[in-house]
């Protein structure tokens, strides 16, 4: 079974600092790469996803994430973080072969100061 | 507006009682989930269904039941209430085939046992 990880929980950053958020996976076959965001009091939301193409995606306000296939990682990056970015974001992965299956990381607790 | 429901939001219980946790969505998709989530860790997939009369276990294991009788409806019940049962439980659906599609989520159901 595949697994997730998100190596850092909890990341405090000051306004215009970029952002680099960490995520790996373990599983050796074809996947769906996602990142989904919770900002404080809303519902999980999609804020990129990778299934084909260029490993450099862009997603909602800014954010992008790489595919490195032979690191088995998706690495969320924003030049220059807002205090509205203050949020919880997840990496999420899915299995070509596990249908419609999520498999979720920890999570990471981004908190932006003004 | 299409969206996704959960009710209750949030819940406080005694040991030993029956709770069923709602769901609806009003995007008209055909597979829906469910998720358990403790503070600071991951999601974990308790349940899934691809379409009406259909349901399956996740990746977690549940005490849990689910029912699929309309498309719009997938409810969570606990027969008997356990501490352990302690947890979030966010519901969430897609449209499609192939996990490239978002699961869209709702807002959670955040339960406590006593």
């Known amino acids: 079974a595949q697994s997730v990880s998100q190596h850092n929980h909890h990341v405090i950053l000051s306004e215009a600092a970029s952002l680099e958020l960490g995520c790996n996976y373990s599983?050796?076959?074809?996947?769906?790469l996602f990142w989904y965001v919770q900002y404080p009091g809303q519902h999980l939301q999609l804020l990129l996803k990778y299934f084909s193409g260029d490993p450099l995606v862009k997603g909602i306000k800014g954010f992008e994430a790489e595919f490195i296939k032979s690191k088995f990682s998706f690495n969320l990056r924003k030049p220059s973080v807002q205090w509205s970015d203050t949020a919880e974001y997840f990496c999420a992965v899915n299995a070509r072969n596990a249908g419609n299956m999520l498999t979720f990381g920890g999570g990471t607790r981004l908190m932006v100061k003004p | 507006e299409a969206d996704i429901y959960q009710t209750p939001r949030y819940l406080v219980i005694g040991t030993g009682k029956k709770i069923t946790l709602e769901c609806s969505q009003t995007?008209?998709?055909?597979?829906m989930y469910w998720y358990q989530q403790d503070p600071g860790m991951e999601l974990h997939l308790i349940h899934y269904s691809y379409g009406v009369n259909s349901t399956e276990k996740g990746d977690l294991s549940s005490e849990s039941t689910v029912s699929r009788i309309r498309t719009e409806h997938f409810p969570l019940t606990l027969e008997s209430a356990r501490p352990s049962h302690t947890s979030q439980y966010l519901c969430?659906?897609?449209?499609?085939?192939?996990?490239?599609?978002?699961?869209?989520f709702g807002p959670g159901t955040r339960l406590t046992v006593l």
């Open positions: 995007m008209g998709h055909d597979k």
């Open positions: 599983y050796g076959g074809t996947v769906n």
């Open positions: 969430a659906s897609s449209q499609g085939q192939g996990g490239y599609n978002e699961q869209f």
